[in-house]
Every structure is written in structure tokens, then in C-alpha cells.
């Protein structure tokens, strides 16, 4: 029988010897480690799973926690905002994913009260134009963490009281605990709707680090001015109440966000963004990598990730090291960046499959020798393929 490695795909030989979950496979130790703040959930752990762990899974999946406890104790209830929950996830990030803090320290920190005192050591310890942005934030806001502070103004702000009236279609009465706790059991795509409508009542939209970024195809616009087109499209939605929260929300589940557009009079502007229907019609759930590629690529400090379906359609699989890996999205930057029609995301998306990136990528830049030898083995992936 094949076995695959649970966590990159690849043939695996090593088995967990702490549990009999029959796909707890790995091809090595790395991917087993890395694999971990998954497997646990599933696993013998040998100790309780804490709050710390769902943070660390929260954070390995690019969410927010919605675990109840795990928002009291690491903060995100007291920031509310889904501004001030963004930078207190990335910082988080930083700290677990970056500076490889385990969630069984974090927790011991958070349980003796010195959360704070050891962000604050942890963070230090790198060069300060090493720190990223999230650490300056909280060293500005450290009331989320610290319950003898309170906020600079009321959690239940302006925008989270019209948001939350969004949703309800009416005025609110409710606490954060209350819209906590009755968040807890919505799903994903339902805590998606609720993510984008916030940052619009915001007065801004979604940022490459967010995965709704890809999911409401912001990943289709070129620039910014095509990104604040789409988000004029979601404010006439949203702020000015064309649809409901639950229009809005059955229309991005069923992969009707389009339709929902064009019956709300909305087509013209969305016209004007090449590939957004090609985009949206497969959320929230299919995506081609290209859109991920994309993101890894536009994403800013430690929350850009590379995830396998990119590594392995776009080359960075065949990466030897570090700068090789740097290089290749380099390059990747520069298709981007490049005007139109000479980049386009879903012909991008079609000649990778074609396995064709080389020609494809040498036809709109200009190569030097080195680099043609270079991404000429970088460029290549597992395509095409025969039964495609």
C-alpha cells in the first residue's frame, strides 16, 4: 500500500509511535515536527492540549483562533477589531512560527503572567529592522494583554457596532463576549463573511497576509487602483446595504458572488477586473495555485508562507537553498508587476500546467545567461500531464 507523508504529499516510511492514526505518516523527522501542530488534535500528546495549541493551529492555517478560551487568554477578545486581531495574530506568528517559541512555552508564560515580559525578550533578541511591524504595534498596545490596562476607547467601537448590526439586520444590544461566543460556532466561510465586511466598515479591505484576500478575488486585481475598485464594489455591498449579511454570505458560498454583482447593478465596475469572475466562480473552496503563488509573493513579513500546490507547480520545490528560493520569487515579483497584458494571472496559471514557465517567463524578461541556467531548472514542474 502507498503511503503519503501527512504533511508534503511525498512517499512516506515513518510512522508516529505515539498513536494508531492510520495516516500518520511522514517521509522525515521535519515534516512530522512540522506536521505536528495538526497531528496533536489527532494524536496521543502524552500531555492536555491547551489553548496555546489551538493558537498554533490558528496561526499554521492563517485564522483567527474561534475557540473561545484561546481568545480570552492570548488577547483577541480584548482587541475585538479585526484590525488589532490582525497584528496581534502576526505577531504571534513571529513568535511561534519565526522565532520557534512552542506553544507548550507560550502557554507556561501566558499561565505565569509573563506573556508580555516574554514577547517583549523574544522579539528583542533579533536586529531591531528585524522585528517586523506587529512587534512595534503591541509595544503600543499592550492593553490587549495586560488586564490591569484598558483600551485607548471602547472595544464595541463604531465599526464593530454597524458590522455586527450588519449581520443581525438590526440594532445592537450584544457584548463582545456575547458576539464571541456566539461566533464560536459558525463556520469558516461564515467567519470569512464576517472578516471582509469588518475591514470594509473599516474603511479598507483585505491585505495580501489575509487568506480572504485570495477568497473574495482581490488576487485577481493588478494594482491597487483595481483593489479599490473591487473593494468599492463590497462597500456598496456592505456599507451601504445593497444585500444582507446572509445574501452576501449564501452568494459566497455557493460561488454566486458574481451573480450577486450584476443583480446589484455592479457589473460595470467589476468588468474592469480581468479574471475575477474566473476567480470567484470557484470560491471559497478551489483556487488555481497561481492565486496562492500570487500571495506568497505580494504578502508582507513573517506571515508569507509557501504552501505545497505553489512550491511544486512554480518551482520552488527545486529550490537547493535559501537564495535560490529568494531568486525565483524575485522573479515572480517582476511577472506580476509587469503591465498588461503582458501579466496575466490565469495565462500564468495556464502555461504552468502546460509545464511551459520557462519559455513562457523568458518571453516577457529579459534573462542573463546565469539566470537562463538558473530558472531553467527552477521552472520546471510535474506538468503537463498525460490524463489532464
Given amino acids: ?20 492514526v492510520p495516516t500518520a505518516w511522514y517521509c522525515s523527522s521535519q515534516c512530522q515536527r512540522r506536521n505536528w501542530v495538526e497531528h496533536i488534535f489527532e494524536c496521543n500528546p502524552r500531555r492536555n492540549i491547551t489553548t496555546a495549541d489551538y493558537l498554533a493551529l490558528a496561526i499554521h492555517k492563517k485564522m483567527f483562533p474561534d475557540d473561545p478560551q484561546t481568545c480570552q487568554d492570548f488577547g483577541f477578545t480584548k482587541a475585538f477589531s479585526i484590525e488589532n486581531q490582525s497584528r496581534l495574530l502576526g505577531l504571534y506568528v513571529g513568535l511561534i512560527e519565526r522565532l520557534k517559541i512552542s506553544p507548550k512555552t507560550v502557554r507556561q508564560w501566558q499561565l505565569e503572567g ?21 512587534y512595534p504595534w503591541f509595544l503600543r498596545n499592550q492593553w490587549v494583554l495586560d488586564p490591569r490596562l484598558s483600551p485607548p476607547q471602547d472595544p464595541v467601537n463604531d465599526t464593530m457596532v454597524r458590522c455586527w448590526e450588519y449581520v443581525r439586520g438590526g440594532p445592537n444590544t450584544d457584548t463582545p463576549n456575547k458576539i464571541s461566543a456566539e461566533m ?20 479598507t479591505h483585505p491585505s495580501p497576509e489575509l487568506d480572504i484576500w485570495v477568497k473574495f478575488g482581490f488576487c485577481a486585481c493588478h494594482d491597487e487602483e483595481e483593489e479599490r475598485i473591487l473593494a468599492g464594489v463590497y462597500t456598496q455591498l456592505i456599507k451601504h446595504k445593497r444585500c444582507t449579511f446572509e445574501q452576501l454570505y449564501h452568494a459566497y458560498l455557493t460561488s454566486g458572488l458574481m451573480a450577486l454583482f450584476s443583480s446589484r447593478g455592479l457589473q460595470l465596475q467589476t468588468d474592469r477586473i480581468p479574471h475575477l469572475s474566473a476567480i470567484l466562480e470557484r470560491s471559497p473552496k478551489v483556487f ?17 508562507e509557501l504552501i ?24 515572480y515579483k517582476q511577472v506580476f508587476t509587469l503591465p498588461r497584458p503582458r501579466s496575466d494571472l ?11 514557465l520557462y519559455n513562457h517567463i523568458g518571453q516577457l524578461i529579459k534573462l542573463r545567461k546565469d539566470e537562463q541556467k538558473l530558472f531553467k531548472r527552477l521552472l520546471r514542474n510535474p506538468y503537463p500531464m498525460q490524463n489532464m
Avoid at 289 to 302: D, N, P
Wanted: proline share 4%; aromatic share 8%.
Fill in 308 to 331: 505545497l500546490s505553489v512550491a511544486v507547480d512554480y518551482g520552488f520545490r527545486n529550490c537547493e537553498n535559501e537564495h535560490e528560493k529568494s531568486r525565483l520569487k524575485e522573479l
Fill in 184 to 203: 464560536h460556532g459558525w463556520p469558516e466561510e461564515k467567519h470569512a463573511c464576517y472578516s471582509l465586511c469588518n475591514l470594509i466598515l473599516s474603511q
Fill in 1 to 20: 500500500m502507498d503511503r503519503k507523508c501527512q504533511d508534503c504529499g511525498e512517499p512516506a516510511s515513518k510512522r508516529c509511535a505515539s498513536c494508531t
Fill in 288 to 304: 488555481p495555485s497561481v492565486c496562492y503563488l500570487k500571495q506568497f509573493v505580494a504578502a508582507q513579513g513573517e506571515t508569507s
Fill in 346 to 356: 490565469m495565462r500564468l496559471h495556464h502555461v504552468c500546467i502546460q509545464g511551459k
Fill in 114 to 134: 509573563t506573556l508580555i515580559d516574554n514577547i517583549k525578550t523574544s522579539f528583542s533578541s533579533l536586529p531591531a529592522q528585524s522585528r517586523g511591524s506587529y
